[in-house]
């Protein structure tokens, strides 16, 4: 028994060790803004949290699984935030499919009428509109100031960070986001 159990931990720790949060490839993509994209050593869990849409219906993080997600928490009081936001939307409009998602979440006090007024005047219609109204999601996942931008793998993991706007259709950026989206 003794064996198996060595076995087990040692299997485990051989696979722990060549876990990779992201691709080399793709670190050495960081230009511009992305210079202030930050990859962790390994892949960090993330909190379980409801996130609410337009009608309050109810929606998970997992729903993306599979996907490579770029996570936005944003505010509608936050300049930097809606400075950034028709750059995501236009990478979702781009590279937003079957392999990424861009998914923007309101965390704190945002009126959905607030919300629903900023989409319509800065042209964003490729993004849902989710809330996290108690920003349970963004206390879990440690965000202290907006907007933070946090890159999630395929198993809805976080892999990467950014904190501050960023122009997220720019070459560098699509361009880790491709090299992260082909690391199958």
Request: charge should be negative; glycine fraction near 8%; aromatic fraction near 4%.
């Amino acid at each position: 028994m003794r064996l198996v159990r060595l076995a087990v931990l040692y299997t485990a720790l051989a696979l722990g060790a060549n876990a990779v949060a992201a691709d080399p490839a793709a670190e050495a993509l960081r230009e511009g803004d992305m210079r202030k994209l930050t990859f962790h050593a390994e892949p960090q869990p993330l909190p379980q949290a409801e996130l609410i849409d337009q009608n309050d219906t109810p929606h998970g993080l997992d729903e993306y699984h599979g996907q490579i997600v770029v996570l936005n928490f944003w505010a509608t009081w936050c300049a930097p935030c809606r400075h950034e936001m028709p750059s995501l939307d236009r990478l979702q409009a781009e590279l937003g499919g079957a392999d990424l998602a861009v998914v923007p979440v309101a965390t704190g006090r945002n009126a959905l009428p607030a919300i629903t007024r900023f989409y319509e005047e800065a042209g964003i219609t490729h993004l849902p509109v989710l809330r996290d109204p108690r920003s349970a999601l963004a206390r879990g996942m440690g965000v202290l100031g907006l907007p933070v931008t946090v890159i999630l793998d395929r198993e809805g993991r976080e892999i990467a960070r950014l904190q501050g706007d960023a122009e997220w259709d720019s070459a560098s950026a699509k361009a880790i986001l491709t090299t992260l989206a082909d690391a199958r």
